[in-house]
């Protein structure tokens, strides 16, 4: 909490630079040696205690249940809630008081200190989520109320100078552990639902702080917003601070945890694992939610003694409901109270607001080298303008964003430096302790990274809650060892402790182990916290519209557990301190880890099954997770930016990635430009990114190069939780980030965006009322398609639209989404197309584009083209540097457009074209370039085609449809008789033509007759040949007889052949003309038939 | 011998694909007979001018297909559509010598699958307009009607 509050001259220490920090901590005569978190710690620790002294007089019920009570005074529960934290926070004040000089005397006493501070976190979360909470939720409410307690006796802690200064630097981490997991996840289950929330959360968060550094007000409320948003942002300060409060919601979060991914999941888990040990460890944790409170007592023996009397009285009054509004304070105070320790240790008489300036320079210092801390300061300073608006004190909450902002950036890439630092703070005295402390807690960062990775993996492989618990147990540990002893000696030291913690809380792990468990636990608990915090802030962001600050402290998580690994390396140095972490979690955890794991995962499991309230907080934890991926990414960047050792080794995967992303959000226009401009292209490693979010026809095509491009190492844990999770149950709007870092865009920034991948089941208003949370979008500008495989959405700035790329890419939303999200900026003429209104005209600026570097894939948007072409010609010039090349090209160029237009544009042909019209001159690069962007540009154009053909396909189908326009009564004249019959008159031509035909039938026949007329003649003159011859014959044979006879004979053969003629004119005359033409044509047909 | 070549096949696309205005060309009023048995009508049914009873008028072109025809028929016979209904097309012409009218099969076709004859016209099959049309409709999943002892003529 304290760390989170604590701010130099209002800026988060985390956000401070190197020199800043160091002037800082000249002014506080503190060693400027080491790293950035090693410096941001020791200026935590003189800021905590300068804090502490103003504070512990006015801290009581001042600033956290103020701004509660402002914010929340709604319900009466957070009222309750925040009577009593005011009375936890004298408690915990005088007791603080107490407790630093016992802490100066003794590094046990800073351990108690921590789980005060822890409590305080928790109790100030409690404050601020409990009305927000309670709102939304009651199953949160319990955990609030654990919180609640822990996050007042933080506040008791603080005042503790030299305790506080230990137990400070542990307690960020417990703090954020435990505080983080909690309020996150009630924050995540609440934010998600509720826009409102994330405000309500950073607000009491900045309360905490406030109470925690009175005299730092005007920054802390800053802060304490920065360190809502920011504290997922600033990761390490706010999950610090989060980690004590998050340990009791740790337990209950850790599923919550897992949920939103790998990477936050660990943090959180390890956020959530330091707090719970000192309190009631893993038992405690084990046993649920609801016991975390008490556990957070006890993990600090003496101080658990304390810590218990203070939490019995917080928690029960008003955490539970509020819990997750406690969580998110509660991260701040821890903040504030490692920067009050620090403050109090070196330069406690130092001004609140001139520690936190030293502190915001150190931020500043460190934030530069980090990329998290970078975005911060734009959410931390809107933050920090509401809450300076809204409250004076949480001055005391900016100092401690800004200290978490320096935690986590102190964990992430300068936990090895802190480690350091805090050898070298050992060597300055009382800082010494809180150098321990830090160190420990800078393992512990690098642990929560280790851890975050085996928790990753634990998630990944079945209950991510197992993993959190595991962390949590670590945390635990490590903040014994961090109360009693130094970073190396830590261990050890922690050991014993933790052997006390573990015996009260869990009697499961060894010494041995809980002292292994402990640096990685505390370092998992710093990178856990970061999560934790980043998931809120993320909401906040979303709601705030503080979105791409938001994704930074995500990302930042995401690095840190990411990171972890690397971290493990470098466990003695700063450096390596992350990956010494994570090999000490391992190696280590084999031992105590791995029996703990299994113990936790079933407690997980069983706790999911038996809890339906857990899975809620799961569900909320998974929609945290996909910012928290986000702000991981940004973390990442942040942290590749300042180019931290340790960090650096994590920060380095991220930075290459980063450096896209910052690109993406900062120079979105560059990316355009680049995409536009076939050069810039090339280099752009995430050309797969690119092209999914670009082509909005092909959505499925998309969808899956983008799953595997953003499926990433994190990204596989990230989804095989997300996919648990979903499995288990998810609100259907929580939107899961399975990649940390979103690819830089593709298409030009503008204020629509193109969403791809979506996979139903879910409905238009929950999808609008997802892309509604991070902007306004037109109505009208909208557009899905009848799949709901992608959609267009435009909204009213081009902001909104990119803080909706940044919260949706690579989401994976709706949970049962196999594929995660694609999202790109599109121009007005895509969405159009889409709407029907325009079609594309690619071909034509396509084509005439000689365009060797045609890089990209022939835009959909004829505008874009043109852009290429115009960039193209730029690039011609300057191989060239010719302009008389250029105006050949403008000739070839125009030809071929005419030519294209003069073919109507043919798709298949463009690419002939093109290829036709590209110089040979081209260089090699160019033309491997172009190879890619030919590919690309095929794969458009396929896309292109498909739903071409399709409109032709409707359109034949149209036509086919279409009803005869006429029907046949109104064509053709018909009979009357019973079966109509249609006709027609003839036509002019048809009558001649009929006419000509029937005459030349008459002809015909006319010449027909004739001829058998000239036969009959014939046959006729024939037989009165023969009779004249018979009779010659019979007059000269004189025998009349025998002529007789003849005569007889001849007449039988007339009469036979009359008889004959008379039978063929008989058969003629019954028949047809022997020209008719249907009786041939008949008989014809007939015959060619059969 | 090739132009001859050339000459028959630009007579018989004359006459097969001979294209016809339907806006233009008069419809010929085609009296379609179905049987909903898989068996043609008999040859006795159509002496002496008389007809089956159950008759569908049809005003068409010479261009008409098969396929064309039995959607008609669908849209009149519910039963028809149901997938594998077969139908069996046949012209009834009158012989010249008798009074009697003879049968002449020209081509199957399956609802819901693609024939071999879907695109048979009547013009190809010298449909003479005044000629019955007889379609012998068989019900999907009844065994082949047609015998060879049952052949409708």
Known sequence: MADEDITLDGQPLQSLRVADLKAALEKRNLSKSGAKNKLIQRLKGALMLENLQKSSTSHSGLQPNSQI??????????????????????????????????????????EEDEDQSDNDTSSCVSDKPNPALAERAGCLR?????????????????????????????????????PAPSPPRAVASLSVRVLGQPDRQGLPPALSRAQEKE?????????????LHLSRSAGVSATVQQDSDEDDDDDDNSGDDEDWGPGPVGARKGNQAPPRPPQMPASSVRSKRKLQPPQHIPPPQPHQNLMQLRHPTPPPSPPPDLFPLPDTPKQSPPDTDDKEGECSGAPPSIPPHTSQGRDSDSRSRSSSPEPPVKRRPGPLSLLVHKMESEEAQTSAGTSESPEGSEKKENEMSDRKAEDAKARDEEELGEKKQAAGKKSTAGDRDLG??????????????????????????????????????????ETKGTGTEKGHLLKREM???????????????????????????????????????????????????????????????????????????????????????????????????????????????????????????????????????????????????????????????????????????????????????????????????????????????????????????????ITIDDPIRSTRKPSPPRGKLSNIVHVTNLVRPFTVGQLKELLKQTGSMVEDGFWIDKIKSHCYVTYTTTEEAAATRESLHGVKWPQSNPKV????????????????????????????????????????????????????ERDREHERGAPAVRDLWAERQRQMER??????????????????????????????????????????????ERPKSKERKTDKKEKADEPPAKL??????????????????????????????????????????????????????????????????????????????????????????????????????????????????????????? | MALESRITQEEIKKETEKPIDREKTCPLLLRVFTTNNGRHHRQDEFARGNVPSSELQIYTWMDATLRELTSLVKEVYPEARKKGTHFSFAIVFPDLRGKVYRFKDIGNTVSGKKCADDSMTLQSQRFQIGDYLDIAITPPNRAQPLGPRMRPF
Request: one cysteine or more.
């Open chain 1, 507 to 729: 009697s499961e792990t060894s010494e041995a182990a809980v002292s292994e468990g402990e640096p990685r636990s505390e370092s998992s608990e710093a990178r856990q916290p970061a999560p934790n915090g980043e998931p809120i802030d993320g909401e906040g962001r979303l709601e705030e519209s503080t979105t791409p600050k938001a994704f930074a402290a995500r990302k930042i998580s995401l690095t840190s557990s990411k990171t972890p690994p690397v971290d493990a390396d470098g466990g003695a140095g700063d450096a390596d301190t992350g990956a010494a972490a994570g090999r000490k979690r391992r190696w280590g955890s084999s031992t105590a880890v791995t029996a703990k794991k299994p113990s936790i995962s079933i407690t997980t499991d069983s706790l999911k099954s038996l809890i339906p309230d857990i899975k809620i907080a799961q569900e909320a934890v998974v929609d945290l997770h996909p910012e928290e991926l986000q702000l991981s990414g940004d973390e990442d960047n942040k942290d590749n930016g300042q180019g931290d050792e340790d960090d650096g080794l994590k920060i380095r995967r991220t930075v290459t990635q980063v450096v896209p992303g910052d690109s993406q959000e900062n120079g979105r226009g560059d990316e355009e430009e680049d995409a536009e401009t076939a050069e810039s292209e090339i280099p752009r490693p995430p050309p797969v990114e690119q092209s999914k979010p670009i082509p909005p026809e092909k959505t499925a095509e998309k969808p899956d190069g983008d799953p595997k491009k953003a499926s990433t190492d994190d990204g596989l844990v990230r989804r095989s939780i997300s996919q648990q999770r979903s499995g288990v149950s």
């Open chain 1, 142 to 178: 319990g955990e609030g109320v654990s919180h609640r307690p822990d996050g007042t006796t933080g506040h008791q802690a603080a005042p503790e100078a030299p305790g506080a200064r230990m137990q400070r630097a542990t307690f960020p981490q417990g703090h954020k552990e435990p």
């Open chain 1, 821 to 872: 999200l694609s999202v790109d900026f599109c121009e007005q003429d895509e969405l159009d197309f889409h709407k029907g209104l325009l079609k594309p005209n690619h071909a034509e600026p396509q084509v005439p584009q000689p365009a060797p570097p045609p890089s990209r894939p022939p835009p959909l948007m004829p505008e874009r083209d043109r852009e290429r072409d115009r960039e193209r």
């Open chain 1, 69 to 110: 009570g402002e914010e929340m005074s709604q319900n009466s529960f957070i009222q309750q809630y925040l009577a009593k934290q005011q009375e936890l926070l004298r408690h915990r004040l005088e007791r603080e008081a107490q407790l630093q000089e016992e802490a100066d005397e003794s590094p046990a006493m800073p």
């Open chain 1, 448 to 489: 929560s990274s280790s851890d975050p990775d085996s928790q990753s993996d634990s998630s990944s492989k079945s209950s991510s809650s197992s993993p959190v618990r595991v962390q949590s147990r670590h945390v635990r540990q490590p903040k014994g060892a961090e109360l009693g002893q130094d970073a190396d000696n």
């Open chain 1, 215 to 227: 005299g730092v007000a005007p920054s802390e409320t800053g802060s304490a917003h920065s360190v």
């Open chain 1, 899 to 944: 030519r294209e237009r003069a073919r109507g544009e043919r798709e298949w042909d463009r690419d002939k074209i093109r290829e036709f019209a590209r110089p040979g001159a081209d260089k090699g690069e160019r033309r491997s370039r172009s190879r890619d962007r030919d590919r690309e540009r095929e794969k458009e154009r396929r896309r292109r």
């Open chain 1, 968 to 1090: 046949l009564d109104d064509l053709f004249l018909k009979t009357k008789a019973a079966p109509c019959i249609y006709w027609l008159p003839l036509t002019e031509e048809q009558v001649v033509q009929k006419v000509l035909e029937r005459s030349e039938r008459q002809k015909e026949r006319e010449r027909r007759l004739k001829e058998l007329q000239d036969e009959q003649e014939k046959v006729r003159e024939e037989r009165k040949k023969e009779r004249l011859k018979a009779r010659e014959k019979e007059d000269r044979g004189g025998a009349t007889a025998s002529s007789r006879a003849a005569d007889a004979d001849r007449e039988k053969e007339r009469s036979r052949n009359k008889d004959g003629e008379r039978r063929r004119e008989g058969e003629r005359r019954p028949g047809r003309p022997p020209l008719g033409r249907r009786s041939r044509s008949c008989s014809d047909t007939r015959d060619r038939r059969h």
